[in-house]
């Protein structure tokens, strides 16, 4: 699959990359893409959610009635589960929710997700670009000139750039990322991928390994 290099005005420059068939071209595992996902969104959860239960909360041990003959269900103390205010019942606790992949299951997640970003045609590739000062103007006009406007963007780079990451930070639905940082989770919540050249190389480099 061939795709035209643009430059940051929108033109092409006359020069066409190959994607590679063996990330671009695969059948799609849906399954192992779902893998994938919930695992970068387990990994995000802090886990230090906490209720108290009865044990834990801070009130009196007094039996608030006799056992019997009030006419209504026996009563512990006021921290019972069953009173306005008592300890919660197996209320969660503090717990890591990350969990172990393979990497060959990773790696054919990415690949799956950047399959179906080639069959709906939703990779456009420009040459490396830099800007001389960080400047959201800029970096709107770049996205005027790619014809991407009011879609969720992710940009490739293949190495950090300080003045092309301050320049798209204050946009909304617009995201940098570093090639070697690319997973499944970014690329299927983007609506268009734009991806450096250089980053095609890295892309490749890691996925084919």
């Known amino acids: 699959m061939e795709i035209s290099v643009l430059n940051i005005k929108g033109q092409e420059t006359g ?42 909360h801070a009130g009196s041990t007094r039996k608030l009635g006799r056992q019997k003959g009030g006419g209504g269900a026996r009563h512990g103390d006021i921290n019972s589960p069953l009173m306005k205010g008592g300890g919660r019942v197996f209320g969660p606790r503090p717990r890591d929710y990350r969990f172990k992949l393979n990497k060959k299951v990773k790696v054919l997640a990415r690949k799956s997700a950047l399959s179906y970003k080639a069959q709906e045609d939703a990779i456009i590739v420009v040459e490396d670009f830099n800007f001389e000062a960080p400047k959201t103007k800029d970096f709107i006009n770049v996205v005027k000139n790619l014809k991407v406007e009011g879609k969720k963007l992710l940009l490739v780079l293949p190495e950090s750039n300080k003045n092309v990451y301050l320049s798209a ?31 095609l190389e890295t892309i490749d480099g890691i996925l084919t390994k």
């Open 169 to 199: 930070r204050n946009l909304q639905r617009t995201e940098v990322i570093l090639a070697s940082s690319l997973n499944s989770y970014k690329v299927l919540n983007a609506d268009v991928l734009v991806v450096t050249e250089n980053s």
């Open 15 to 56: 020069r066409k990359v190959t994607l590679n068939e063996e990330i671009y071209g695969i059948e799609p595992n849906d399954h192992v893409l779902y893998l994938d996902v919930k695992q970068y969104l387990a990994n995000q959860r802090q886990g230090t959610h906490k209720a108290k239960e009865r044990s834990e």
